[in-house]
């Protein structure tokens, strides 16, 4: 597992064909950054279009179906997604969890669906505001990997973890670096007591509001692997001010 900054980029529910100059924008400036991993995450529509546009960076899903194939209208598999070249999927993400019902078994059973198709996997885990306000975060955050982390030999060696707060999502607001620290050292301390000396390889994110402004304080904090970016990663322009920074936190 390689120990690169890995900044991932979320587009969610954006991205028309239009947008693949930016990706060809992001690629070329990743290309300037070697010491960081790149990898963006389109709409499934543009897996396949933006793996053929971009050479230096990764390209995956946003979720994937638990089977690889049959009877499922409007989903899309592992298999699939490998298919149309992705190499990752993000699985778990909040956004999923919380408006399309989706709970811990059913995000494992989509990573380790992923794995079995070759994809590396990014799963999401992070509390509310609430949970946190009641001092619940870390108990929240620990049971959402118990249930949700696939399984299995090798399980730990295509995946990385984002610890991404759900009230940080796209509002503006991030914790401090201090309680991103100690929540990715909690993290940290899971995944070596679930996978031994393997949990000590899987790159833990952060996400949730990054931007140009706070990218280098936040990759700075205790056992931070990297970032998982929503809305400033739509323009080459703020996404790669975040790579620029992931690049100076390494040297
Ligand atoms: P945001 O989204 O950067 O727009 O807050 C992050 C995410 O949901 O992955």
Redesign the pocket.
């Known amino acids: 597992m390689s120990s690169l900054p890995y900044i991932v980029g979320?587009w969610?529910m954006n991205g028309t064909r239009a947008m693949l100059a930016e990706a060809r924008a992001i690629d070329r400036a990743a290309s300037r950054f070697p010491g960081v991993q790149v990898a963006l995450a389109p709409p499934f529509t543009l897996v396949h279009a933006m793996r053929e546009a971009v050479q230096e960076i990764g390209v995956g899903g946003q979720d994937c179906h638990v089977q690889p194939g049959g009877a499922f209208t409007g989903d899309i598999s592992a298999p699939i997604l490998a298919d149309a070249g992705a190499d990752f999927t993000?699985v778990g993400?909040?956004?999923r969890r919380a408006l399309h019902g989706e709970g811990d078994a059913l995000v494992r059973d989509k990573a380790e669906a992923a794995q079995a198709a070759g994809l590396s996997v990014i799963l999401?885990v992070g509390e509310t505001e609430a949970e946190r306000d009641s001092g619940k975060a870390e108990a929240v955050v620990s049971g959402q990997l118990a249930g949700s982390l696939p399984r299995g030999d090798d399980a730990a060696v295509r995946l990385a973890v984002?610890y991404?707060p759900v009230w940080?999502?796209?509002?503006?607001r991030v914790p401090s670096v201090d309680d991103v620290g100690a929540m990715h050292r909690a993290i940290r301390a899971q995944l070596v007591a679930i996978y031994g000396d393997a949990g000590q390889g899987v790159r833990i994110l952060y996400?949730?509001?990054?931007?140009a402004g706070n990218a280098a304080e936040l990759l700075a904090a205790d056992e931070v692997g990297g970032a998982?970016?929503?809305?400033?990663?739509l323009t080459a322009e703020s996404f790669t001010a975040i790579i620029g920074a992931a690049a100076l936190e390494r040297d």
């Open positions: 979320n969610k993000i993400h909040s956004e999401c984002a991404e940080a999502i796209g509002t503006g996400g949730g509001s990054v931007n998982l970016v929503g809305g400033a990663s």
